[in-house]
């Protein structure tokens, strides 16, 4: 899947409440154990860095990096765009 492709998939799940869009968690990164990224559903093989944001109200979330930098990104712009229009 291609960059542009994941920032739509991201910024619809995102907006149908699938992948959270306040800040309110903890990041680690670690190697893949073929888990299945929540942004993009493509496994992480264990020759990649996952990056879990765990919350206290879910089980947490599973990133690709880049897949993670690009929910980082869309989440951001939504929280700016959203508050600008408040």
Same mark, same amino acid.
């Given at each position: 899947m291609?960059? @542009?492709?994941?920032? $739509?998939?991201?910024? @619809?799940k995102?907006?149908?409440?699938? =992948?959270?869009?306040?800040?309110?968690?903890?990041?680690?990164?670690?190697?893949?154990?073929?888990?299945?990224?929540?942004?993009?559903?493509?496994?992480?093989?264990?020759?990649?860095?996952?990056?879990?944001f @765990? $919350?206290?109200?879910?089980?947490?979330? =599973?990133?690709?990096?880049?897949?993670?930098a690009?929910?980082?990104?869309? $989440?951001?712009?939504?929280?700016s765009?959203?508050?600008? =229009?408040?």
């Amino acid at each position: 899947m291609n960059e @542009a492709t994941v920032h $739509r998939v991201v910024r @619809a799940k995102i907006a149908a409440g699938r =992948l959270p869009r306040d800040r309110i968690g903890t990041v680690s990164a670690t190697s893949g154990t073929n888990q299945f990224c929540d942004a993009c559903s493509v496994s992480i093989s264990a020759e990649e860095v996952v990056y879990k944001f @765990a $919350r206290p109200d879910s089980a947490g979330f =599973l990133f690709h990096a880049t897949c993670f930098a690009i929910w980082r990104d869309e $989440r951001n712009h939504m929280t700016s765009v959203r508050a600008a =229009l408040d």
